[in-house]
T-cell receptor
């Protein structure tokens, strides 16, 4: 079975620039998560989708972060404008049930 | 905010020894899951224990759950160098809409 695909793997941008990440979940998985993982910390949930509806975005900095999931499949996460503290790994995960989440390899963002 | 906190933050052992890491959480849960993360990679699901279970085994892994103390432990027996990774607990909070909240992680190093 194909896993969760994310791109790009790495991205370096200057502060105040914009960046977008893409995620293709496992086919048939209704739930999609975006997590931010700062070096040395656990993943922090940014947003959770159920099909194409938002279930939880309470920790998404909405003044600069946005996410969408078109047609309940692929998803994009955008940061505009980026700040130095946004440097982190952005992980996408999908699940069929609450019993197990499948993670992509992540996108490592460096803001300079 | 982090739901779970892992203890210890870092653990270094010799190959063949057992490794125990603990997770404490704050609110009522449906289940608790453990994930492994190799450096620079995505997270991989290891094992799940439901709130009505007290102990679960999978290969060299043993998980316990004490809901009265809101804590769980992960035991890896006969550790191998390949077990070197970060380990995270994740909780599916009761009424949380399948949201997975991760702890702070334990960095395990298994030396030859």
């Amino acid at each position: 079975e194909a896993g969760v695909a994310q791109s790009p793997r790495y991205k370096i941008i200057e502060k105040r620039q914009s960046v977008a990440f893409w995620c293709n979940p496992i086919s048939g998985h209704a739930t999609l998560y975006w997590y931010q993982q700062i070096l040395g910390q656990g993943p922090k949930l940014l947003i959770q989708f159920q099909n194409n509806g938002v279930v939880d975005d309470s920790q998404l900095p909405k003044d600069r972060f946005s996410a969408e999931r078109l047609k309940g499949v692929d998803s994009t996460l955008k940061i505009q404008p980026a700040k130095l503290e946004d440097s982190a790994v952005y992980l996408c995960a999908s699940s069929l049930t609450a019993l197990r989440a499948f993670f992509g390899q992540g996108t490592r963002l460096t803001v300079v | 905010s982090q739901q779970g906190e892992e203890d210890p933050q870092a653990l270094s052992i010799q190959e063949g020894e057992n490794a125990t890491m603990n997770c404490s959480y704050k609110t009522s849960i449906n289940n608790l899951q453990w994930y492994r993360q190799n450096s620079g990679r995505g997270l991989v699901h290891l094992i799940l224990i439901r709130s009505n279970e007290r102990e679960k085994h999978s290969g060299r892994l043993r998980v316990t759950l004490d809901t009265s103390k809101k804590s769980s432990s992960l035991l890896i027996t006969a550790s191998r160098a390949a077990d070197t990774a970060s380990y995270f607990c994740a909780t599916d909070i009761t009424g949380g809409g399948n949201k997975l909240t991760f702890g702070t992680g334990t960095q395990l190093k298994v030396e030859l």
